[in-house]
């Protein structure tokens, strides 16, 4: 499949004529043909007012059409072979089989959402009788929830497929019945015409109103923010930075009509070793730990950039074991340039804190925009004393505190900022202090994980990728897993609609067979 | 019970000493003894601290003690017996069954979130088993969801009751596990009181933590933004203007760390009457119109204040019959001098509006802060020509808007502001421009009824008390129905957490009898 730097607008493919920009190879460090043709003011409002236009008859369909779009949408991923995967190695420096891997999450997410799409439970249908003989009477009262209207996505860097043009914010956008419009990354241009035409094509073979889905390039602040500033859209799915994030939340609060913006932006997921938990842990643990700290060149939003413990022989063990496994890390190439010079930008204002210790590096062989894994020591003053020592460094860079009690440790959580993730390790001896730990974690992070590392995150259920600001803009939702969609949708109450009109979620005969909350009580079907 | 003047804070009452303000009789337009003390900065401080001093330990108690503590303060506001009517009428000019029936709606609105506390489904309870012999293993994975933190709340003017001191907002917060900061409303502070003292007496008798609930009585452009500005608080509800709930939104989103802000500011909740509706409806429809639109002096926020329909002779007789039953109707006493005036202005800005022709008057006699109802009439070319008429005019008046043809009508619905309700008088001659009509009043309102109107808003599970902006600030959410507490939570996945230290709503036994959703299946107890 040829790759021409063209846009995807509804059913066209467009040459953007506002400039041109080329893809970025982080191992050579060498621009990639073909160049893109980027945006213009018009490109993205014929996206938008095409997205405005398909959204009822998009959202009109049967349940089944949506989960065979998305059905196919997976398939058209897949038929692209190899060539998607060889294009985003030459993009992002990423290994083959963490992309084959990446790919394979992406196809699954999708089908995860058909499935939520064809279970139905994300309508919250929910019906009160009427009351006819009440004082005064109580009307038919029924509510589903529908899609908010057409959102824009922006790729993220550090996912070109699971959280890029067909990632988890698009599929989820999709199955809450809202059309999609991306500005794609420009870490990996080549990888998201790929995937924005593997969408396209589905789209058309389910003979879907085209502006389900549009793709556009550009910049973020200027493209990017006319997207997230356009009437049409409402709603907006970002993984980025925390700058990139906030500017999103500010143009988004300042329309005339705001809208919820959804950023998932930055986080150092502290890790706890607590007395018992590690002991238990021994080298393992600190093996465990770098291994998490360096995969991906720690190039993850849940990267434990942060360790807390207390003062012991056994944290100085886990110190020097974890420089010992760190050494044996070779330099990773990171995404692009620009977060290459942000790492060492970071690892270079830790270097001038006083009070921080370098303990380990990783080693410093690399292929272009190679990043050297590295670790620090402080005692508790000076991560108080330090409150830039919270802000994260995306890339293989943690900090590890020595707290000298318990009391001090807890202070410490107390003051942490929300994250994604906390981790816990611990054993039954640590009941007492995880005991008291745990409720600060709950209000701190999205998910509280024990005895594991935060990395790998399961498209799931249960999963939770959120937290209170500034790891997400909105603790109330998650990234990842099944009530991601819930993030797209509002409730809307019928009362005495005719049969005739209401939703198929509320019809009386219940034809999608959904559970449903009747008169209060939980129904199933 | 002797109204003091006092602040509610934890356990303590407090004389604020920044100013005094007295309540006002708007029937009298006297001011009314006793004076109230104004809180200094240093009083919000500490209600803040002591709820978030008891956000932990007060989520944490069992589901049942939560929900007993809204029964108890049900019990304790009945228990104020007479006292509270008497002061709420001298306060607001509402009549006394109307009071009576505010009272009766508070308490059955504190019973329903006790039972849904006790029903738990607003928990999300999710579990995804452990895979460990899948590669790589799968963890386990448990989603439930907690409150967001303490609250603050702001009474409404126009519910001294249902939407004030122990209202909706307050009830649903408490539910969710959240302590709760009031802001009284200074149009009704005695009332404040009595209601503040009987939840402080709730919280005392159920031993909860004293931060569970404070209220502080001051100035919403200064104690008010205060409070949404403070670190502790962690979301906003708000009833009332368009321009207080956009202050609020503002600060919310500027603060270093974001919070959600629920404000449900403006709707002018058009009527549709189609062709056969109309017809149907007869001089009956007129009366009912009329009853809304007058019903509580206009001032509630799903007051019908515009109406659209066709040119036909139907629609001539509709206004002649609205026009008769107006003018039957006395001006009523609306809540507050302020009230009061805006009205007055608004109806002069309709009477200087060209092409906006005043057909019908309420009755001019009334008492204090009198209000005559009005009726409008105009062409859709005035109306689209006129976006201001779009604006609430919170009181007893509406505008009738007749279009040349059907397309006319559907573009001027796409052209409507977001709103808490959408009605449609219809029978089934109309069903061809009802099904075009109801996907568009789907995405500009929260609730869509037929052959009703929109006043009396059901404390139901059905309920959506919400909608798309300006009518509410975020219209994933509702403030009236059971589900109005999902507006306080977040959810938190628990991964690997020991069962001794998880929730109980997702320990293995399940102690709480909960439908959880288990591998994707919902499984019900």
């Known amino acids: 499949m040829q790759i021409t730097g063209d846009m995807i607008i509804g059913s066209q493919l467009v040459r ?9 190879n982080p191992s050579t460090k060498a621009q990639l043909d073909p160049g893109f043709g980027l945006a213009s003011s018009a490109d993205v409002e014929r996206a938008c007012e095409l997205a405005a236009a398909a959204f009822d008859p998009y959202r009109a369909l049967p349940l089944e059409q949506r989960a065979a779009f998305l059905e196919a949408i997976a398939e058209q991923v897949l038929a692209i072979g190899p060539a998607l995967i060889e294009r985003a190695q030459l993009e992002t420096g990423l290994p083959q089989a963490r992309l084959e891997g990446e790919r394979m999450r992406t196809v699954t997410q999708l089908r995860l959402f058909a ?13 009160d009788s009427a009351l006819p003989d009440r004082a005064p009477p109580r009307p038919d009262l029924r509510l589903a929830k529908i899609g908010l209207g057409p959102v824009a996505v922006f790729g993220a860097s550090n996912f070109p497929l ?109 890790v706890f070793l607590l007395p018992a938990g590690l002991a238990a842990g021994g080298a393992t643990l600190a093996q465990g730990f770098v ?3 360096t995969m991906g060149v720690g190039q993850f939003c849940t990267n434990p950039g942060l360790v807390f413990g207390l003062a012991s022989a056994e944290l100085d063990g886990f110190v020097a074991a974890s420089t010992e496994a760190l050494a044996a890390k070779g330099a990773g190439t990171m995404l692009t340039a620009g977060i290459h010079e942000a790492y060492n930008s970071g690892i270079a204002r830790f270097g001038s804190t006083t009070g921080l210790t370098q303990v380990a590096r990783g080693g410093e062989q690399g292929v272009g925009c190679a990043a050297q894994a590295a670790l620090y020591l402080c005692d508790a003053e000076t991560f108080i004393g330090n409150p830039d020592l919270q802000d994260e460094v995306f890339g293989p860079a943690a900090i590890v505190v020595r707290f000298s009690d318990e009391q001090q440790l807890l202070r410490a959580a107390e003051g942490l900022h929300g994250q994604l993730t906390a981790t816990v390790h611990a054993q039954a001896a640590d009941q007492a202090i995880a005991a008291k730990l745990l409720p600060i974690l709950e209000r701190k992070a999205g998910r509280v994980l024990f005895n594991g590392f935060p990395t790998g995150v399961e498209v799931a259920h249960a999963m939770v990728h959120g937290g209170p600001f500034p790891a997400t803009s909105d603790s109330r939702s998650t990234s990842v897993g099944a009530t991601a969609i819930d993030r797209f949708l509002r409730p809307v109450c019928y009362q005495n609609v005719p049969e005739g009109l209401l939703p198929e979620a509320l019809r009386d005969d219940n034809p999608l067979r959904l559970a449903r909350v009747q008169d209060g009580e939980l129904k199933t079907a």
Chains 1, 2 share one sequence.
């Open 162 to 270: 699971a959280f890029s043009v067909a990632g988890g914010d698009t599929a989820s956008a999709l199955a809450a019945g809202c059309p999609v419009v991306v500005k794609a990354h420009t870490a990996h241009l080549g990888t998201s015409e790929l995937v924005g035409r593997a969408v396209q094509r589905a789209a058309l073979d389910c003979g879907l109103p085209e502006g389900v889905f549009s793709m556009v390039y550009g910049d973020g602040r200027s493209i990017g923010q006319q997207l997230v500033g356009h009437p049409a859209i409402k709603a907006v799915g970002f993984t980025g930075s925390r700058q990139g994030g906030t500017a999103l939340m500010r143009t988004a609060a300042s329309r005339p009509e705001p809208i919820p913006v959804y950023a998932e932006m930055s986080s150092v997921n502290p």
């Open 291 to 293: 291994d998490s700290l």
């Open 115 to 127: 499935k939520v799409v064809r279970d139905g439970r994300f309508l919250g249908a929910t019906i």
């Open 16 to 24: 953007g004529n506002a400039g041109q920009q080329q893809a970025y």
